[in-house]
């Protein structure tokens, strides 16, 4: 089955960056699109940024764009969700989470980004 594993979270003040790595482990990396979600107490889980593997098409939330990055490592089967000019709001647990087809059904454990102002 596949396993995800996220890492990279951390504190940081606003305006600071952090990278998010997620390893993917389990199945053949090349054919998921896999996706960060990000979540905080009472509200309901966000999209925020995807990939597709393969050939490297990209997606993501508009409260995101120009600030973060999502890109892969095929040799290493890593999804990278680089974040820069980070704002309070920004504050949530990210999740990194793989489909095959439509429905996100692989998930990580997720790690904690705690932007300060």
């Known amino acids: 089955q596949v396993q995800l594993e996220e890492s990279g979270g951390g504190l940081v003040q606003a305006g600071g960056s952090l990278r998010l790595s997620c390893a993917f482990s389990?199945?053949?990396?090349?054919?998921?699109?896999v996706g960060w979600f990000r979540q905080t107490p009472g509200k309901e889980r966000e999209f925020v940024a995807a990939?597709?593997?393969?050939?490297?098409?990209?997606y993501y939330t508009d409260s995101v764009k120009g600030r973060f990055t999502i890109s892969r490592d095929n040799a290493k089967n890593i999804v990278y969700l680089q974040m820069n000019s980070l704002k309070p709001e920004d504050t949530a647990v990210y999740y990194c989470?793989?489909?095959?087809?439509?429905?996100?059904?692989?998930w990580g454990q997720g790690t904690q980004v705690t932007v300060s102002s």
């Open positions: 389990g199945g053949t990396f090349s054919i998921y699109r």
């Open positions: 990939i597709n593997v393969s050939v490297h098409h990209t």
């Open positions: 989470a793989a489909t095959f087809h439509t429905d996100y059904n692989y």
